[in-house]
T-cell receptor, first 116, second 108 residues
Framework: GAVVSQHPSWVICKSGTSVKIECRSL??????MFWYRQFPKQSLMLMAT?????????EQGVEKDKFLINHASLTLSTLTVTSAHPEDSSFYICSATAGADNSPLHFGNGTRLTVT | DAKTTQPNSMESNEEEPVHLPCNHSTISGTDYIHWYRQLPSQGPEYVIHGLTSNVNNRMASLAIAEDRKSSTLILHRATLRDAAVYYC?????????FGTGTSLTVIP
């Protein structure tokens, strides 16, 4: 089955530093990747949608200069949380699809970010 | 924005069937119905999806109402490993918004 690898699985960083999270599709070409954020006991909140080679589309209320998304190839997307603050602490999850509406989403295992 | 409505929680006894409902009264003709489940501290896992006809796979069955305004995910024999949050979402125009989902508890 299709596999999405997300790295790191957890990270602790100091306030003001930046953190990069990688998301790779291992055995398929991901034309579209999605980044979600999930707070405890809540559902997944879509942050942005990215297509390979083009700029990401951010959801309302998500700061594009703070959450930098790069989708440079059909198998790799990165999310960089810049100048992280404690309120950015959350569970970040990436997902990928081959693109068609009838293609399922394949998820990474998530990254637990803790900003101290 | 999420366009589905699901009960917040459900319980099932182990080895009994479970029917998880989902209402999507504003579904459009091109929306697919997808189901995912999420275990604690993990990314969601794809379960099943369909458009109009009922679907079966090794994990579950998906029953879609004739008017497509609702659907039901059927786990034929619940196991303890099926305890998770189940999300029903509509995908149209490559948009994947999650609702609150149903937290399934499986009782041994």
């Amino acid at each position: 089955g299709a596999v999405v690898s997300q790295h790191p699985s957890w990270v602790i960083c100091k306030s003001g530093t930046s953190v990069k999270i990688e998301c790779r599709s291992l055995d398929f070409q991901a034309t579209t990747m999605f980044w979600y954020r999930q707070f405890p006991k809540q559902s997944l909140m879509l942050m942005a949608t990215s297509n390979e080679g083009s700029k990401a589309t951010y959801e309302q209320g998500v700061e594009k200069d703070k959450f930098l998304i790069n989708h440079a190839s059909l198998t790799l997307s990165t999310l960089t949380v810049t100048s992280a603050h404690p309120e950015d602490s959350s569970f970040y999850i990436c997902s990928a699809t081959a693109g068609a509406d009838n293609s399922p989403l394949h998820f990474g295992n998530g990254t637990r970010l803790t900003v101290t | 924005d999420a366009k589905t409505t699901q009960p917040n929680s459900m319980e099932s006894n182990e080895e009994e069937p479970v029917h998880l409902p989902c209402n999507h009264s504003t579904i459009s003709g091109t929306d697919y119905i997808h189901w995912y489940r999420q275990l604690p501290s993990q990314g969601p896992e794809y379960v099943i999806h369909g458009l109009t006809s009922n679907v079966n796979n090794r994990m579950a069955s998906l029953a879609i109402a004739e008017d497509r305004k609702s659907s039901t995910l059927i786990l034929h024999r619940a196991t303890l490993r099926d305890a998770a949050v189940y999300y029903c979402i509509l995908t149209g125009g490559n948009q994947f918004y999650f609702g609150t989902g149903t937290s399934l508890t499986v009782i041994p």
